[in-house]
């Protein structure tokens, strides 16, 4: 991509790209009908989605969730419970009272654990069993509750915090503490906790989504990027940073070894450690990254 204006220009266009970055995600995926797998929405995003159509596409996965669990879980239950509210809220009563219904079903032989150290222990002895469709329909209900969650992050903050923690649940509950589907989901959760100005909550948030990805050693660059990126963004925004030179070093460390790959979020990766080292009176350094930044810009 080209920015024009000179140097100030281009580096305020990087600076802007930064920002914009850092709060965009886009989810690619399916719904299962009586047909079989399909995709209604390719790409789509929560704006796009809305927050009814959010709501519904989650009460479907988790429906089909709970069908091919082939066994009643009060995290689904709970969640349709979740879902129910919603819905009154908006004044939808009689899909409220459908979903409630379908939880009570669920959920009404379900003896709750009594301590979280059950949830954690019965997590773990799913993760290891071999059945790879039992880990991906918690990982899609979780992830639809989550959506839902996003989709209320400018909306009510109360809401979005309530359902992050709900899509947490379900993850935990099926699939134990370290499982990878956990990150997407504490990382948005995260995004609800810097908006409300709690940046010490989103920060530990943040910290175990790293804490997953380096314990499921899962290779996955982009995911660790995105949650360093993140948590770099949130020293800054407290004005620590000193943590954030650190973060945005090591994240650019994993950039420069695919710098071909994506010269763009290196160049915002650049922009953003020489703005961190401006603020800690280095403006030498931060002028030498400036310039790299706006020359892989171009």
């Given at each position: 991509m080209r920015h024009g204006g000179g140097f100030p220009g281009?580096?305020?266009?990087?600076?802007?790209?930064?920002?914009?970055?850092?709060?965009?995600?886009?989810?690619?995926?399916?719904?299962?009908?009586d047909r079989g797998w399909q995709k209604p929405d390719t790409d789509a995003t929560v704006a796009e989605l809305g927050i009814e159509r959010a709501i519904y596409h989650a009460e479907t996965e988790l429906l089909i969730a709970a069908q091919h669990l082939g066994m009643h879980d009060r995290q689904i239950a709970a969640s349709l419970e979740e879902l129910a509210r919603l819905h009154v809220d908006s004044g939808n009563h009689a899909a409220a009272a459908h979903l409630r219904a379908r939880a009570q079903q669920l959920g009404g032989a379900v003896p709750?654990?009594?301590?979280?150290?059950?949830?954690s222990y019965t997590g773990r002895y799913r993760s290891e069993r071999t059945d790879a469709a039992l880990a991906e329909h918690y990982t899609r209900a979780g992830a639809a509750v989550n959506r839902v969650a996003r989709s209320y992050l400018n909306a009510d903050h109360a809401v979005a915090e309530s359902l992050h923690?709900?899509?947490?649940?379900?993850?935990?509950?099926?699939?134990?503490?370290?499982?990878?589907?956990?990150?997407?989901?504490?990382?948005?959760y995260a995004r609800v906790k810097a908006a409300g100005r709690d940046l010490t909550s989103a920060?530990?948030?943040?910290e175990r989504s790293l804490a997953i990805i380096e314990y499921n050693r899962s290779?996955?660059?982009?995911?660790?990027?995105?949650?360093?990126d993140q948590l770099a963004a949130v020293h800054l925004q407290a004005q620590d940073f000193t943590a954030a030179e650190a973060v945005y070093r090591r994240a650019l460390a994993i950039r420069r070894l695919h710098a071909a790959d994506d010269d763009g979020q290196t160049a915002v990766n650049l922009a953003n450690l020489a703005l961190a080292l401006t603020r800690l009176g280095r403006p030498e350094e931060a002028a030498g990254l400036l310039e790299e930044s706006v020359s892989l810009d171009q």
């Amino acid at each position: 991509m080209r920015h024009g204006g000179g140097f100030p220009g281009r580096f305020a266009a990087v600076l802007a790209a930064a920002g914009l970055l850092a709060g965009c995600g886009v989810y690619d995926w399916q719904l299962k009908d009586d047909r079989g797998w399909q995709k209604p929405d390719t790409d789509a995003t929560v704006a796009e989605l809305g927050i009814e159509r959010a709501i519904y596409h989650a009460e479907t996965e988790l429906l089909i969730a709970a069908q091919h669990l082939g066994m009643h879980d009060r995290q689904i239950a709970a969640s349709l419970e979740e879902l129910a509210r919603l819905h009154v809220d908006s004044g939808n009563h009689a899909a409220a009272a459908h979903l409630r219904a379908r939880a009570q079903q669920l959920g009404g032989a379900v003896p709750v654990p009594e301590s979280a150290a059950t949830v954690s222990y019965t997590g773990r002895y799913r993760s290891e069993r071999t059945d790879a469709a039992l880990a991906e329909h918690y990982t899609r209900a979780g992830a639809a509750v989550n959506r839902v969650a996003r989709s209320y992050l400018n909306a009510d903050h109360a809401v979005a915090e309530s359902l992050h923690l709900r899509a947490i649940a379900i993850v935990e509950g099926g699939l134990g503490r370290q499982h990878l589907a956990l990150v997407p989901t504490l990382r948005d959760y995260a995004r609800v906790k810097a908006a409300g100005r709690d940046l010490t909550s989103a920060r530990a948030l943040l910290e175990r989504s790293l804490a997953i990805i380096e314990y499921n050693r899962s290779g996955n660059d982009v995911l660790l990027l995105a949650s360093l990126d993140q948590l770099a963004a949130v020293h800054l925004q407290a004005q620590d940073f000193t943590a954030a030179e650190a973060v945005y070093r090591r994240a650019l460390a994993i950039r420069r070894l695919h710098a071909a790959d994506d010269d763009g979020q290196t160049a915002v990766n650049l922009a953003n450690l020489a703005l961190a080292l401006t603020r800690l009176g280095r403006p030498e350094e931060a002028a030498g990254l400036l310039e790299e930044s706006v020359s892989l810009d171009q």
